[in-house]
């Protein structure tokens, strides 16, 4: 089972980034994926997730209105499009995988988590 999320990069206030998060060695299909940032000296916390079974999606309140995750399982990829970056979404984001349970929303707590990834930075700055 791996993850490879990719994607970052530096971009100015305002301005826009995908990260994808492609799996190998199992298909999503089954599986819910979440998003997770770490900022310099903070923990690790959700930014956003989205089940398996039925597609709920979950965004943490900062970046509502302004990130959309999506599912291509016909590539195993998963997608974080994120617009109107501000510094403070400044990061190292990391997705992450587990089975889905059926009947349930994805599950933004990141140690119900399994598989992750090795993260990919975004810097927003001017």
């Known amino acids: 089972v791996q993850l490879q999320a990719s994607g970052g990069g530096l971009v100015q206030p305002g301005g826009y980034l995908r990260l994808s998060c492609a799996a190998s060695?199992?298909?999503?299909?089954?599986?819910?994926i979440g998003w997770f940032r770490e900022a310099p000296g903070k923990e690790r916390g959700s930014v956003s997730c989205?089940?398996?079974?039925?597609?709920?999606?979950y965004y943490v309140d900062p970046v509502k209105g302004r990130f959309t995750i999506s599912r291509d399982n016909a590539k195993n990829t998963v997608y974080l499009q994120m617009t109107n970056l501000k510094p403070e979404d400044t990061a190292v984001y990391y997705c992450?995988?587990?089975?889905?349970?059926?009947?349930?929303?994805?599950?933004?707590?990141?140690?119900?988590?399994?598989?992750w990834g090795q993260g990919t930075l975004v810097t927003v700055s001017s």
């Open positions: 060695g199992f298909t999503l299909d089954y599986h819910d």
């Open positions: 989205i089940s398996s079974r039925h597609g709920s999606t």
């Open positions: 992450a995988t587990v089975s889905a349970v059926a009947g349930t929303d994805c599950n933004p707590w990141k140690g119900a988590y399994d598989y």
